[in-house]
């Protein structure tokens, strides 16, 4: 009886019962059978072997994380049982980091809660949410017959939709967004909770790879291409460690003489079957094994060897720009460190350029950034602004920050011979730059057409692939020599300001 009374099945029978209870006793019975059964059902429900109630814990309905993956595990195997299906989502919030930045780590916390509150407002009674990190949340649905891909994606819009609404904070309206990544019951790769849990993570994983407000449902091919980064980071860990990660050498002129005023080492991976592996592809992975402080001071060791090359060998070389990550800018030895580089190979600290994204600086408040570009730039580091007018740098974090030169993105650059638009900003740039007294490069030149006008507007140097693409350092002294020869009866540029190099 309690297998026939109990579920949604059992509603349908309540209406026969009362009827048949009229039929048969009158008013009285069927008084007393419409107060016995759903006391009955009721009491049924509570008593089904193996169930317990998919509830959501008291207070402001969110659950701890211990219990939130046992609940998991039982919603798993009660969809199981029942033949129904549930969806398991993973929420982060896009760019926590810069609204901590921005607005500070107890604004940034009060918009976690703010957003939590929403969460538990858009989901059913019986669905179960928890906080997994600062900027992570995680919802498991209640089994249910009816939920598919269709209604998965509806959910993930609507919780998101609730998520960007304005959250006023001291006074200050903000706006967040989030990447949402979700599992299937019936789309796991392997039949366990565990498993669930993890291709819900790898589907967020691949949200926010696109974007943000990205929504991703797991697939198989997901697997398969976490499959095939975790093995690129094994394998790029290794070659940074055996040597087959090293710099390239892109060459840097000066638009009133032509010479080389520099060069900039860029990281290229030689792989010995696949050839030159795009930095695109590999620093990613290097990033997501947490070497990058390691590559960089793989980069410094290659680089001042190469200097002290070229001082051997006759060749003039002003100075080599090594870019830096903001993880690396974060070290708080960063300074120490390179001193110690520098002396290690007696070189004088003008010989190294700092290249820094322009995103770095513009989100880097008064803190070891600050210090250590600070500190790097009174020890003598030129210090170049990397992707200029990608990041909304002000004027005044140019000059906090010590920028002896900003390199103009190639954004910019592209096809400025032939776009006024392009043309008027640059020539906006350079004339802030003149103002600033800070020195210009222009990236990306490509044509014979953009360097030349690239020199008429009055920038210093450039540098792409319409020069030199990089190269690697046993080919560039023959470059050198092939360049310098070149310009043996080339005339100057007069009249133009000074180059500092």
Not at 262 to 267: I, K, P, T
Request: net charge negative; hydrophobic share 45%.
């Amino acid at each position: 009886m309690q297998v026939i009374l109990y579920g949604p099945q059992a509603l349908a029978f309540l209406s026969a019962m009362l009827l048949a209870a009229y039929w048969w006793g009158g008013e009285p019975v069927f008084l007393g059978v419409a107060i016995v059964a759903p006391v009955l059902l009721l009491a049924l429900h509570g008593m089904a072997p193996g169930r317990s109630p998919l509830v959501r814990a008291s207070g402001n309905g969110v659950l701890q994380r211990a219990h939130f993956d046992a609940m998991v595990g039982h919603i798993w195997q009660t969809a199981n049982d029942d033949n129904k299906t549930s969806t398991l989502m993973f929420l982060e919030l896009d760019d926590f980091d810069g609204l901590t930045n921005q607005h500070g780590q107890a604004a940034a916390d009060t918009v976690a809660t703010r957003v939590m509150q929403r969460i538990v407002t858009a989901l059913r009674d019986d669905d179960v949410v928890t906080r997994t990190g600062d900027a992570r949340f995680a919802i498991c649905c209640a089994p249910s017959p009816r939920i598919d891909l269709e209604v998965c994606i509806q959910m993930a819009s609507r919780i998101q939709g609730a998520i960007e609404e304005p959250i006023a904070v001291d006074g200050t309206t903000v706006y967040v967004s989030c990447a949402v990544g979700f599992c299937l019951h019936s789309r796991a790769p392997e039949a366990s909770a565990d498993a669930w849990m993890t291709a819900a993570r790898t589907a967020l994983v691949e949200a926010r790879r696109r974007g943000p407000s990205t929504i991703r449902a797991f697939s198989h091919e997901m697997q398969l291409a976490k499959t095939a980064r975790t093995a690129l980071r094994d394998e790029a860990s290794l070659a940074l460690e055996s040597g087959h990660i090293q710099p390239w050498y892109q060459p840097q002129i000066s638009t009133d003489t032509g010479r080389v005023t520099g060069f900039e080492a860029l990281a290229r991976w030689v792989h010995p079957a696949r050839g030159v592996i795009s930095p695109a592809e590999f620093l990613p992975a290097l990033a997501e094994a947490g070497l990058l402080e390691r590559l960089s001071e793989v980069m410094m060791y290659h680089t001042f060897t190469a200097l002290k090359a070229w001082d051997a060998a006759g060749v003039h070389v002003p100075q080599v720009g090594v870019n830096f990550s903001g993880s690396e800018l974060r070290n708080p030895r960063l300074v120490e460190k390179i001193t110690w580089e520098l002396d290690r190979f007696d070189l004088a600290p003008e010989r190294l350029a700092i290249e820094v994204l322009e995103t770095v600086v513009t989100t880097a408040p008064d803190d070891v950034v600050c210090r250590n570009l600070s500190g790097l730039g009174k020890l003598g580091c030129r210090i170049d602004l990397d992707d200029f007018g990608t990041g909304n740098a002000s004027i005044a974090a140019i000059r906090r920050f010590s920028v002896g030169r900003i390199k103009i993105d190639r954004s910019f650059v592209m096809k400025s011979d032939r776009d006024p638009d392009q043309q008027r900003m640059i020539s906006a740039i350079l004339t802030m730059a003149e103002r600033l007294q800070v020195e210009t490069l222009a990236e990306g030149v490509e044509t014979v057409g953009e360097h030349a006008l690239l020199a008429q507007l009055g920038c210093d140097h450039v540098q792409g692939f319409g020069i030199c693409s990089p190269i690697p350092f046993d080919q560039t002294l023959s470059w050198i020599n092939a360049h310098n020869a070149k310009l043996q009866d080339t005339p100057s540029i007069t009249g133009r300001r000074g180059n500092a190099l």
